[in-house]
């Protein structure tokens, strides 16, 4: 029957020494419990799981230690009951030595199982969960990459699959874990084939690849599959295929080409071409998990090698420490040169023997030196092309290399780096010795961090000019912002001084003599008043009211009280005279104030009018003329003021200190004024003021001047000239302080200034 | 027709060659007005090779002004992030001699390097946001300031605002996710001492092939 299904060859390949043999002389083995597991958290391809239990916690076999983060990641369980003693950086089966985050599990030796949910009939399942099942037993690629199980046999719908490949060829020397377990466990492979098949919606060749360098195995699932056929109809489109032994026939890309004659482009994944290729290992894992829930806690590894006392397959448990392993199988530490995990075509040699056994370890390899001969020193490379002409995937090694050399990546890329398999297959047939696949290795690494950089450097790019963006922006939101302003600044303005030509709006005009109460007719004034005088008359009577008290009985009228009610009389007395005194002042000021608009030149019919007369006449008023006028007012204003300041003067008012301290700060703003008129070139007293208030300030001018003479005239001569000398120097002192500021701030009237201070300098000589 | 031609050779080659210069000058004018490139595409190239850390060593403010100063005629080994690799690479694209990083403007470190805020001491002053070039710190006023370390280029611009100095430039570490297979050593060691050692052996153990270049070296002196 397998005579009739055509086979094609592989291009390249090598066919180095099997060293099979050794390791199949015994049966599958078991170990003892270690005394610790150690389980990391990536063993597969993608991201690592992360911990669902706690240092401390207790364990059961099976059970869920670490859950997939995501679709591409795979589910950890303990693989014997114990307690969790560590949740940290462990080391890891890898070539870089590194550590990584691993669970660590001190056993208890009781072996105690979760309970498994056993599924008699998938059948009857639905597909989904039963992928489910299998993700959730955390199966993932066995025969090397680590591939999520759950992930490969839900292709996307886009994909039609016609053809299951299950890859038994296991084509590297010294491996045969998938051999003994195709042997041994034929009819488990044919289970897990069947269910992988249906969970593809059967496709139409199911394939078994068997390297021929495998009779037994051959054999054995034939047999398996013969039985099969009696109850599952659908065995008999199971075919065995068995094809001669060549390295690397066990790649999946190879294996597809060898059983189905087409080719992966490249780029792609073999779902695209319609095939999914599972391994046998692979297969019966899922198997379990679907039929017993077991979820994957151990695989069979190869320990083979001549420093191994005895070389035969193990089922080891996922995260038994390897030197663990190696010590029980009789390791000499002093015949092996090193310990490699994996094949010695594609593995790697362990950094460190404290590492554990995991998901892909599928053989531990302690050669001696003899075994394994050391490799002679890399030469230069003779061009002699045995490398391309062994490439499984039909590359160019040597050119590869040289790009690899001069870390040429486009040229790499061009040349299809990434289609290279790391067979080592080139390596193997150099006969320069030159560590092509390490190149190739460091050159793919290489790329891809590039690839990375790349990308972070768009996206720095990205941000960056982002960035600018949002700056320029946010800086022309505020410039429109600011020109906004400065235009409705303007708009104002030009509103103002066209209404002020027209007919100027009197709620605009500030009128110094009406700051007090701007909003209140003289007529609401007074009422206002009136009122206040009312209701201080009542709060007194109030006040005045005999006390009563509330409970006679027990509560007299106390001192106490009776004071406090003398006190709130005085109160309502004061705030009454006050109302009082409000009200005259009004009364007085009112025919005044009527009075005011009269002496306008504007017609004086309506307040209005008026209003707009006076503020068109002091928006025509000159600098000089506005002081003036302003200095009047305050004039007026320190007038009244000193008027209250008597009335409270002979009403013994306790206002007094505060009408005083009003009346002197009047006359610093008259000072002020006065001291800005002359600024301006103008002595107020020469100003044709003719107004009272000013001839009161005069008056005060007068008075001072007075005093000062008769102050003067009590002192000798000497005393005066010295008296009159110092008063000059402060002037002159002030004159020169002046010009300073003048100049400094390019005052219009520097002139002036100086004239002055050459003037009093002048005197000052004359003294 | 081909009377004129036969007894003018002369003046009839004169004319279909004037007539092809006259139709293949139409055709070219009219591809560079259809097909005219907006803005240069050199400075996008260069944009391209440069780091894009905005880092402001070279003296400019940012990586794709220094670009456009590269094409006005500026040095091109003024980019210490980038460093030699930058170089050779701009050298490559600009066709000149690629000299070596101008010392003044920094020093290649060939780690990267990513700010990091000592978080007890921010004051949440917020200056180390306004210089971060990439908006990769985040924060508001008298809050702490985390930054965002995927997206830190290390170009130190944040240390120096800063009032009371809790930014250190810390290197990132190498872990599973980046770490590759590096290249064979091929002249660190001499040839007797590699034999002597024991090194892996297999086809892509790491070491292997270390004195590539000296066995080569030393066959030449032989």
């Not at chain 1, 046998?280 to 379990?288: E, G, Q, S």
């Not at chain 1, 892909?360 to 003779?382: G, M, R, S, V, Y």
Request: glycine share 6%; aromatic share 4%.
């Amino acid at each position: 029957m397998t005579s009739l299904i055509p086979i094609w060859e592989l291009p390249g390949g090598i066919h180095p020494t099997e060293n099979k043999t050794q390791s199949l002389q015994l049966p599958i083995g078991y170990l003892p419990l270690p005394p610790q597991l150690v389980i990391p958290l990536n063993q597969h391809l993608g991201k690592p799981a992360h911990p669902v239990v706690q240092p401390g916690d207790r364990v059961l076999k099976g059970q869920l230690i670490a859950a997939a983060e995501g679709t591409f990641s795979a589910n950890t369980h303990a693989s014997t009951s114990g307690t969790v003693i560590a949740i940290a950086d462990q080391n890891i089966p890898h070539a870089s030595g590194m550590t990584a985050e691993s669970i660590v599990i001190e056993p208890d030796q009781k072996e105690e199982w979760i309970n498994l949910e056993t599924c008699e009939d998938y059948l009857q399942q639905d597909r989904l969960v039963l992928l489910d099942k299998i993700r959730a037993a955390g199966v993932a690629g066995m025969g090397g990459a680590g591939f999520p199980t759950a992930v490969k046999l839900a292709p996307k719908s886009t994909q039609v699959i016609d053809t299951l490949v299950i890859n038994g060829a296991e084509c590297e020397p010294y491996i045969t874990a998938d051999d003994i377990l195709m042997q041994e466990r034929a009819d488990q492979l044919i289970e897990g084939v069947l269910l992988t098949s249906h969970i593809l919606h059967h496709p139409k060749n199911i394939l078994i690849g068997i390297e021929d360098n495998k009779p037994k195995a051959i054999a054995a699932v034939k047999a398996a599959v013969e039985i099969a056929q009696q109850t599952n109809p659908e065995a008999a489109n199971i075919k065995v295929v068995s094809f001669p032994t060549k390295y690397p026939s066990g790649g999946a890309k190879q294996l597809i080409y060898i059983l189905t004659g087409r080719e992966i482009p490249s780029g792609h994944h073999s779902a695209d071409i319609g095939v999914i290729c599972v391994n046998v290992a692979t297969t019966i894992a899922a198997w379990r998990a679907v039929r017993f829930g077991e979820p994957l806690i151990s695989r069979i590894t190869t320990l083979v090698g001549e420093a191994l006392s005895e070389q035969r397959n193990m089922e080891l448990l996922l995260g038994t420490p390897i030197d663990y392993v190696l010590q029980q199988q009789g390791f000499d530490a002093k015949r092996a040169s090193r310990v490699i995990m994996g094949g010695p075509m594609m593995g790697f040699t362990l950094p460190a023997l404290n590492v554990p056994v995991i998901k892909t370890t599928n053989c531990l390899l302690a050669p001696t030196a003899k075994e394994l001969p050391l490799p002679d020193p890399a030469q230069a490379c003779i061009r002699c092309g045995l490398c391309a002409e062994v490439c499984p995937a039909n590359l160019l090694p040597q050119q590869l290399f040289w790009y690899a050399q001069a870390e040429d990546f486009d040229r790499l890329e061009s040349h299809n780096l990434f289609d290279c398999i790391e067979c080592g297959a080139c390596s193997y047939v150099c006969p320069s010795s030159i560590p092509l696949v390490q190149y190739y290795r460091a050159a793919k690494g290489s790329i891809r961090q590039h690839l990375i950089e790349k990308e972070k450097s768009d996206r720095s790019r990205q941000r960056f000019e982002f960035r600018k963006e949002r700056l320029a922006k946010e800086e022309a939101e505020k410039e429109a912002k600011r020109l906004a302003r400065q235009k409705a600044a303007e708009e104002a303005k030009k509103q103002l001084a066209d209404k002020q030509a027209a007919a100027p709006v009197p709620a605009q005009i500030v009128d110094p003599t009406k700051v007090a109460a701007p909003e209140l007719s003289p007529d609401e004034q007074k009422a206002k008043l009136e009122r206040l005088v009312a209701a201080a008359k009542n709060a007194l009577e109030f006040a005045q009211k005999p006390l009563v008290s509330r409970d006679p009985k027990n509560k007299p009228i106390t001192e106490e009280q009776l004071e406090k009610q003398a006190a709130r009389i005085k109160q309502a007395e004061l705030k009454l005279s006050e109302a009082e005194n409000k009200l005259a002042e009004f009364l007085a000021q009112a025919p005044a104030q009527a009075a005011t608009p009269t002496t306008s030149a504007a017609p004086a019919d309506d307040p209005v009018a008026a209003a707009i007369a006076r503020a068109q006449a002091k928006m025509n008023l000159s600098p000089t003329d506005k002081l003036k006028a302003d200095l009047e007012s305050l004039q007026t204003r320190l007038q009244k003021a000193q008027e209250k300041v008597e009335a409270a003067k002979t009403e013994g008012s306790s206002n007094l200190d505060a009408l005083q301290q009003g009346a002197e700060k009047l006359q610093q703003k008259i000072e002020q004024t006065i001291a800005s008129l002359k600024e301006l070139g103008i002595d107020a007293s020469a100003a044709p003021v003719v107004s009272e208030p000013e001839k009161s300030a005069a008056e005060l001018a007068i008075e001072k001047a007075k005093a000062k003479a008769a102050a003067l005239a009590t002192m000798s001569d000497d005393e005066k000239r010295a008296e009159q000398r110092k008063s000059l120097e402060d002037r002159l002192q002030k004159a020169r302080e002046r010009l300073v500021k003048a100049e400094a701030e390019n005052d219009a009237n520097v002139e002036v200034f100086r004239s002055s201070v050459e003037k009093l300098e002048i005197k000052l000589k004359g003294m | 027709m081909i009377d004129f031609i036969s007894q003018n050779l002369l003046i009839s080659a004169l004319i279909a060659l004037g007539g092809l210069s006259i139709l293949f000058g139409a055709v070219l004018g009219f591809a560079a007005v259809k097909f005219k490139v907006e803005g240069d595409p050199l400075v996008e190239q260069i944009d391209a090779l440069l780091p894009q850390t905005q880092c402001g060593q070279c003296g400019h403010p940012g990586c794709k002004p220094y670009a456009q100063a590269i094409v006005a005629g500026e040095a091109i080994n003024k980019c210490p992030p980038g460093g030699q690799a930058t170089i050779n690479a701009l050298a490559d694209l600009l066709d000149v001699e690629a000299p070596s990083l101008d010392a003044e403007h920094g020093e290649h470190l060939d780690v990267k390097r990513v700010a990091f805020i000592r978080e007890d001491e921010c004051i949440g002053c917020t200056k180390c946001i306004q210089a971060c070039p990439m908006d990769a710190i985040l924060g508001a006023a008298k809050q702490m300031h985390p930054v965002i370390a995927d997206e830190c280029t290390g170009c130190d611009l944040c240390v120096e605002p800063c009032p009371v100095d809790c930014i250190d430039m810390i290197p990132v570490q190498s872990d599973l996710t980046n770490w590759h297979w590096s290249l064979p050593a091929t002249n660190q060691k001499p040839v007797f001492t590699l034999i002597a050692q024991e090194l892996p052996l297999i086809a892509t153990d790491a070491g292997r092939g270390e004195a590539y270049v000296k066995s080569d070296d030393t066959g030449k002196a032989a």
